[in-house]
């Protein structure tokens, strides 16, 4: 059974680059049918997508922060990661990586998530 | 871009009653894209339905999914104490890819 798991700095300054990890482990972010993605929700509110990545490396990233978003894979780590720039205090949020599958066209796995805060 | 509407914003409901949420997307959507997840307090969303109809691995057979165009429905036939939670549809294709819906809030009396 897949599972992921967030990591990186609970708290980032404005203006400066939120990054964040996720690995996987009991599968390969290598499989065709799957596509990595990561999601977030500021507190007491809805969920965001961001933006996802499938294993051949090709992106798609939601409009409202393309201008700010990457997202890449490193597969001899087996993660992908999350690089959001110029952060304001309007970014904080707990940050979830998901796995989509092909099959359901769905997010059927998630992380736990990670709380991030932007403040100086 | 399409938009993902929510009704109600609350329900409150008794154990063993049935519990019907709406989602309205502003276009026609694809069913075999939409999907509902289920989140409670301090937990990550899980996935209950995709293709609209279908059924994740191991959710009860009391949670189904109906609908097609721009109106989709989950139903709780029987809701137990541990049904209290958010639940959010999202629809995957058009641009853009991925949106959420702002979510029904179940709460048990």
């Known amino acids: 059974q897949v599972q992921l798991q967030e990591s990186g700095p609970g708290l980032v300054k404005p203006s400066e680059t939120l990054s964040l990890t996720c690995t996987v482990s009991?599968?390969?972010?290598?499989?065709?049918?799957?596509?990595w993605s990561w999601i977030r929700q500021p507190p007491g509110e809805g969920l965001e997508w961001i933006g996802f990545i499938y294993y051949s490396g090709s992106t798609k990233y939601n409009p409202s922060l393309k201008s700010r978003v990457t997202i890449s894979v490193d597969t001899t780590k087996n993660q992908f990661s999350l690089n959001l720039t110029s952060v304001t205090a309007a970014d904080t949020a707990m940050y979830y990586c998901?796995?989509?599958?092909?099959?359901?066209?769905?997010?059927?796995?998630w992380g736990q998530g990670t709380m991030v805060t932007v403040s100086s | 871009e399409i938009v993902l509407t929510q009704s109600p914003g609350t329900l409150s409901l008794s154990p063993g009653e049935r519990a019907t949420l709406s989602c309205r997307a502003s276009q026609n959507i694809n069913s075999i894209y939409l999907a509902w997840y289920q989140q409670k307090a301090g937990q990550a969303p899980r996935l209950l339905i995709y293709g609209a109809s279908s059924r994740a691995t191991g959710i009860p057979d009391r949670f189904s999914g109906s609908g097609s165009g721009t109106d989709f429905t989950l139903t709780i036939s029987r809701l137990e104490p541990e049904d209290c939670a958010v639940y959010y549809c999202?629809?995957?294709?058009?641009?853009?890819?991925?949106?959420f819906g702002p979510g029904t809030k179940v709460d048990i009396k």
């Open positions: 998901a796995k989509g599958s092909m099959t359901t066209d769905a997010f059927d796995i």
């Open positions: 999202q629809q995957y294709g058009s641009s853009p890819r991925v949106t």
């Open positions: 009991g599968g390969s972010v290598n499989t065709g049918s799957y596509y």
